[in-house]
């Protein structure tokens, strides 16, 4: 593990036309100075292109993940009445930095009285764990059915933007389509 951990940490992620390699170990303490520095732009503009590149090359290989959770506000008995709470998420996670980027989580609490909705409502949660990263707010909103229909589906995508020191050189836009029925069924999808 240790050398393949090494042999790693030595391939090189950026070469410049001047044959410049940057190494993982280094495009990682690059950017670490990058967030505490006091003059972000001034930082940037004193890297390489070499090192520009292999920076962005470890945001750009974040591992997006989807999933749901539930909370504990009745259980899942189809073809019942009752109310319901369930958590779906997006969320870019890097391997080679060990943490989570950022995640866009949409929250969704709906009643039924077996066949139709009686209430719902649904939010969305942001959390951005690193400088270099901002949201932008939500990009999308769209529902279809609802209170006294069989479902109700909730459409809401965000906007988030990948060194908005520099204006967002790229953005994701992460989404959650919700379809929650009368009974307690409910379907998702999630991506960017």
């Not at 044959?19 to 990682?28: I, R």
């Not at 590149?53 to 945001?59: N, P, Q």
């Not at 539930?70 to 996670?93: L, P």
């Amino acid at each position: 593990m240790l050398a393949a951990l090494v042999l790693f940490t030595v391939l090189p992620l950026g070469v410049s036309a001047k044959g410049d390699e940057v190494s993982l170990a280094e495009a990682v303490a690059l950017r670490q100075q990058l967030v505490t520095a006091p003059d972000f732009a001034v930082a940037w503009r004193a890297l390489t292109q070499a090192q520009q590149r292999a920076i962005e090359s470890i945001d750009r290989q974040a591992v997006i993940e989807t999933g749901s959770t539930s909370s504990g506000i009745g259980d899942f008995a189809v073809a019942a009445s009752g109310c319901w709470t369930r958590m779906h998420y997006v969320r870019a996670i890097s391997p080679l930095l060990g943490y989570v980027l950022w995640s866009y989580e949409q929250y969704f609490y709906w009643c039924g009285d077996g066949s139709r909705i009686t209430s719902w409502q649904s939010w969305v949660q942001v959390r951005v764990n690193d400088p270099l990263y901002r949201y932008l707010g939500e990009s999308g909103y769209g529902v279809a059915g609802g209170v006294g229909q069989p479902f109700v589906r909730v459409y809401r995508s965000g906007k988030i933007c990948f060194l908005p020191q520099l204006n967002c050189p790229y953005v994701r836009y992460p989404y959650v389509t919700y379809d929650a029925f009368g009974n307690g069924d409910r379907s998702y999808e999630a991506g960017t």
